[in-house]
Every structure is written in C-alpha cells, then in structure tokens.
C-alpha cells in the first residue's frame, strides 16, 4: 500500500488528472493518486502573438496576464478521496446529505456560476478550489449546463462541491487548451448570416465536425436571409441538406423561418453558436419574445460583430426545452480530433474511403484517391474537400 508522501496543498497547488492510480480500497471510497501543477502562477504565453490575437474570441480576451516562459509547470503527485461509482477516479467523495443537485445556468469569470435547482432555487456560487485546479477547460472550471452539486451556504450563494461528468459537450481549442462552450446539451444551433458578416461555410463545416465529436445534433441556421438573394443561398441550403442536416433560412428581425427554428427547439437543450454579428441573441429575442437580450449593429468598417454577448447562458423557453446563448468565436479550432480522424466526421466520405488504393489514404496528395475521385465527379462538394484539406492540415 502506497501512502501519499505529499501535504495536501489544495490553496497553492494546480493539478491536472494526467494519470491516476488506486492505492487503498475502502467500501465507497479510495484513495487515487492524481498529478498535478503548480497554479499559482499563470499560464505561460505561446509564442505566436497574431495567431493568438486571431484565435481569441471575446471570452478569451477576459483572460488575465499570462508568463512568458513555461517554467514552474512541474508535475507532482497528490492524492485525492474519490468514490467506487466513479470509474475515472478522479470524482471527489463529497457529503451529499449537505448539497443539493443544481445546473449551472451561467458561467461568470473563472470562479463564479448560477446554478438553478430542480425546484427552482437559484444560487450564486464560488467553486471549491479542488475543482478549479482539476479543470479540463482552461479558463472555467464550470461551465454553462454542468451539472454540479452545491453546498448551500446562505439562502442564495453555495459552494460547488462537485461537478458531475459531462455526457455531451461542445469544445473548440483555444490555444494549447480546450474551450468547453457548453455542455449536456443535445443540439447545436451553427447560427451563420447571409451577409455581414459574410457566409463562411468553412466554419459551418468545423462546427459540425465538433457536434459530432461532442455527441450533439447540428442544426443550421442561414440567418439575415433578407440580406441575400433567394437564389444565392439555395446551393448551401441544398448541399447541407442532401448531406442529411437540418437547414433553417431566417430573418430574425422579422419573424421568417422562426417559427420553424421554435419547433426544432421544443424540448431540446440548444446551444447558439458561430461568428459575432451572424444574429444568435437576435434569434433567441425572436424565438422567446420579450427575453431582451443585447444585441448590436456590426461594425460598418469591418463588416463584423461587436462581440455582444459577454457570457454562456441557458435561457428557458415557454414551450419547453432551454437555449444557450453564446459570445461569438472569431475561429473553430478543433479539439481532441486528429487529422486522421477528420474523415470520419465528413459523413459523405465513407462510402469513398474504402476504395482508395491505399488502405491508409490521408486523400491529400496520394494516388488512386476515391475520395479525390469522388469530387472531380461531382459526387462530393468541393466546398467541403477544401474544408476537409484545412482541417486536415489544420489551417
Ligand atoms: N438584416 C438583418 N439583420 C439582422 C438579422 N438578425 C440580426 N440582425 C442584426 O445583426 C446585428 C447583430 O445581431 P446580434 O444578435 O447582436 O448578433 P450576435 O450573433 O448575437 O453577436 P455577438 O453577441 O456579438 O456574438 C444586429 O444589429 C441585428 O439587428 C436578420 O435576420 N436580418
Ligand atoms: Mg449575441
Ligand atoms: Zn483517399
């Protein structure tokens, strides 16, 4: 039996669950050695300002100052009391006579949330230490639609005790690190405009790459429809549609498509998300009158958002099924996706793949491609292969 040889230092020191190991066994609890980092220092800077500066959407850019070298990231080993029931090992045992089971509704800062309980209770809540430093999002360690329990502390603060694993989640990569936009969610709202900003269906193609990793429905939305012409907008409507998506064409300010945007939400629990500026509050003020969420002019200079919305939020709606607003990302990196496994998540690649000459066919540059085939013929678009190859090189 190993002992644990190092002081529980939870105030001065970061842990990231690396590797794990039981060392004592007891009826619902065991000891599990976890490693862990130093965190009272900050995150080292990456080298690559303008790609950073590109990367960063307006959630990032409340991040705080950051170190220039990687120094002080040593990793060491601790131990922490987990539970049987927890197959990771890494869930803390917590009292749960004391807490009360809540959603979080609003990621505030690093450290803060709202949660709702089922009954209807709200709290405002700090998160315990342990967890902020066992996070595997970089900057929260909750985050909107988390389900959490909490240690009441006055009639309407608490403390996050502990945050239950996330079932489906949508993540983008921020940097070295993953950016969980929401999660236990069941759809994905991939909210694009028309016009200003323009059309990226690069973009489209990244979200729906990352809905099908998190285990989310993608729905897409060709918001500011008035700003195009019918015509132009069918070819995208029409390629993601015979690929199998669902297609919604809107105007949110002037009810087109909503209604049918409301029936695809009823029940589900959607997270808005695409470029600042495309119209995601606009939508949710459509789909649920009199929310009142801020929205603002893009910019007539450059053509893009303002960066509106500050903060991942669930919003209830009247007929059932809650939405998830969120601030705009400028790019969709993706996260915990190789580039080999990219062609999996292109859903018309498949059936192409398994007639490439080679059994291991990127379908860059190798010969006897099908794939490549497949989009000199017509059969896929070329619009999603230059997606694929961006992705694929990770452009
Ligand atoms: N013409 C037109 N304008 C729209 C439409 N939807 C939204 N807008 C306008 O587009 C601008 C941006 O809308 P927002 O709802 O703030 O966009 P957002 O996606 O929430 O932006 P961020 O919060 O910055 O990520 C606002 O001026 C809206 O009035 C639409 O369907 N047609
Ligand atoms: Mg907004
Ligand atoms: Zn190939």
Redesign the pocket.
Known sequence: MRVCRFRFELAELEFVVASHRVVMAKKRAKKVRVAFRKNREKRPRSQNFTRDAQEES?VDQQGAGERITGKGQLTRYRTIISTDDDPAGVQRRIDEESCVAARVIRAVGANRCDVLTDPGVSYSCTVRRVLRTMARDARNAVVAGDRVMVLPTTENEGVIERIEPRQRVLSRGSGRFEHIIAANIDQLAI?T?AA?PPLKPGLIDRFLVSAARGGVRPIICI?????AEPRQLRAIHELYTNLGYEVIE?????E?GIEELRGQLIGKETVFA??????????L?AVQPGLG??????SDDSGK?????RLTEMIPIDRGGWVI????VRQMSLWDVSPEEIEAYFIEFPPYVADCHFPDCTHTHETGCRVKAAVAEGHISPLRYESYLRMFHND
């Open positions: 307006a909210v405009s200003s918001n500011k429809s008035d700003l809107t105007v949110a300010v002037n087109v695409g470029q600042s500026g495309v119209g995601k509050s606009s939508l003020n969420l801020r929205t603002s002019r893009v958002g303002r960066h509106t919305t607003d969120t601030p705009g």
